[in-house]
């Protein structure tokens, strides 16, 4: 099963604006990883933030992590069309090295 | 830095046929590598882990047998489709990691094998 879920599913905004993602979790983490995809390509790691970390910016990005929900935002600031892709979250947890991915979220930044 | 490459970036084969898809880390040693497989419009879904000079580690419900995995270096790892079918069309995704700390490690994701079995 799926450890993160995220919404929205797809997001549609015009250039500019912010786009915010959330991701939910089930178990505990050690991490919690923001990864891009572009169509048909491999993943871009964007931010990590630890699981003692409540906030981190890297530059129009920035992460907030609740451990108490089990929940992580992904906010870009001044949207770009050049931001176009599949956002998703994935969590380290317990002992192990394994990354689980989140269902991710497709945006669409139109001109 | 952090290059993780694949090869081949695209295949399409018969079925019944086997696949290799080679992934390398070009400007690091990977202590561990993990063969990811993605469907259309879906989620990663990690297949295997594996570890420089031993078994790979198989995730519930894959097939060892029909997915070969063999870690022969620090620097390269290799997924072999065996007996390809049309439902083992998909998208397969590589990355590496170095071990640094538990809470700090990333993986490095190569650029992904699109495989189309006819």
């Known amino acids: 099963s799926q450890q993160g879920e995220e919404d929205p599913q797809a997001l549609s905004i015009q250039e500019g604006e912010n786009a915010t993602m959330n991701c939910s979790y089930k178990t505990s983490i050690n991490n919690l990883q923001w990864y891009r995809q572009n169509s048909g390509r491999g993943l871009v790691h964007l931010i990590l933030i630890r699981s003692n970390e409540r906030e981190k910016h890297s530059g129009r990005l920035r992460v907030t992590l609740d451990t108490s929900k089990k929940s992580s935002s992904l906010l870009i600031t001044a949207s770009r069309a050049a931001d176009t892709a599949s956002y998703f979250c994935?969590?380290?947890?317990?002992?192990?090295?394994?990354?689980?991915f989140g269902t991710g979220t497709q945006l669409k930044v139109e001109l | 830095g952090a290059v993780v490459s694949q090869h081949p970036s695209r295949v399409i084969c018969k079925s019944g046929t086997s696949v290799k898809i080679e992934c390398r880390s070009l400007d690091f040693q990977a202590t561990t590598m993990f063969w990811y497989r993605q469907f259309p419009k879906q989620s990663l879904m990690l297949m295997a882990t594996?570890?420089?000079?031993?078994?790979?580690?198989?995730e519930q419900g894959v097939e060892k047998d029909k997915f070969l995995i063999n870690h022969a270096s620090l620097t390269l790892s290799t997924l072999t489709v065996t007996s390809a079918h049309p439902e083992d069309s998909s998208f397969y995704i590589c990355?590496?990691?170095?071990?640094?700390?538990?809470?700090?490690?990333?993986?490095?994701f190569g650029p992904g094998t699109r495989l189309t079995v006819l």
């Open positions: 990355s590496a990691s170095y071990r640094t700390d538990s809470l700090t490690d990333t993986q490095y």
């Open positions: 994935a969590t380290r947890g317990g002992g192990g090295n394994k990354l689980t």
């Open positions: 594996s570890n420089e000079g031993s078994k790979a580690t198989y």
